[in-house]
């Protein structure tokens, strides 16, 4: 019987079409997880209602707190900014809480914080004492608002390499509430703005200039409020709630005048102890840079 030779198949051949099969896969897998950062790429550009809507809401209290000084009435203005920090202080958070956070939350964050925290106590300040006092009134304003606008540039580019239990200078909220808390303070008891035109300068000045600082202020971010704490701290909270609205003026000027001392303290503090006053590290910056 005639046996005929059998043609084995070439392993080759069998390797190479394997190879090609699992190219195809990882050419589709590549394909597949492109589209899907893609995908997330769009999601994290869009624009969140819920935060952006309280970020909208503290812009507005800043617009309108301008509007108000250029109307004379002082008192609605330097609320209005006080209502904007509430504000301020809740978008982020809700951000957080519902996994919202977006670039263009941070940077319409910053530009709202621009107008409520700085241009709007410049203007309210100047249009209350400081417009009698000629050229050092606006120069006074000015250097108010730009500190202002430097302040919230340098935390947004050194905000991955500052010690983070502090902030690096006056924050611009705390400085807007100095400033509309001593405007709103005086024209609660009655004094005219053009007779303190010098007390609101130094203020002005005093919260423009620390605010480009290095002075270091407690930020209040290592605060863990899930952990028991003292009752004395529990007590001294609710005195607190208890007392601002008794005089809201009086109670909070006061407050932020003490925090805008704080820094300060804490700087000669960490001088006689040997620690160092800086808060960036350096070779944190030089990669941050590159």
């Known amino acids: 019987m005639a046996s005929f030779n059998r043609r084995k198949p070439k392993r080759g051949g069998s390797a190479l079409a394997t190879m090609l099969r699992f190219k195809r896969h990882s050419d589709n897998a590549q394909q597949e997880g492109e589209q899907a950062r893609k995908r997330a790429m769009l999601r994290r550009r869009g624009v969140y209602l819920l935060p952006n809507a309280f970020t909208t809401a503290a812009l507005f209290c800043g617009f309108y707190a301008i509007v108000m000084a250029m109307n004379l ?8 900014i006080f209502a904007a920090m509430i504000l301020d202080s809740i978008d982020g958070r809700v951000a957080r809480m519902t996994n919202t956070q977006s670039e263009f939350g941070a940077q319409y964050d910053s530009l709202s914080d621009m107008v409520s925290f ?9 249009e209350w004492s400081l417009r009698g006092m000629g050229k050092l009134g606006w120069l006074a304003a000015f250097v108010y608002c730009a500190g202002g606008a430097l302040r919230l540039a340098r935390f947004n580019t050194n905000i991955a390499v500052v010690d983070k239990r502090y902030f690096q200078g006056l924050p611009s909220p705390a400085a807007a509430a100095m400033v509309a808390g001593f405007v709103w303070l005086m024209d609660d008891l009655g004094f005219a703005g053009r007779d303190l035109s010098w007390y609101a300068w130094a203020i002005t000045l005093y919260g423009g200039l620390t605010m480009v600082s290095n002075v270091p202020f407690y930020s209040f971010k290592d605060l863990n409020f899930k952990k028991p704490v003292p009752f004395t701290a529990a007590l001294l909270i609710v005195l607190i709630f208890v007392a601002v609205p008794t005089d809201p ?25 040997g620690k160092p006053v800086k808060l960036i590290d350096k070779p944190a910056q030089a990669e941050a840079d590159q």
């Open 118 to 126: 700085g241009a709007a106590p410049a203007l309210v300040v100047y």
């Open 249 to 273: 003026p009086k109670w909070l000027f006061g407050l932020f005048v003490s925090y805008g001392l704080s820094g300060y303290v804490i700087y000669v503090w960490r001088l006689i102890k």
């Open 73 to 80: 009435n002082f008192e609605n203005a330097s609320i209005a």
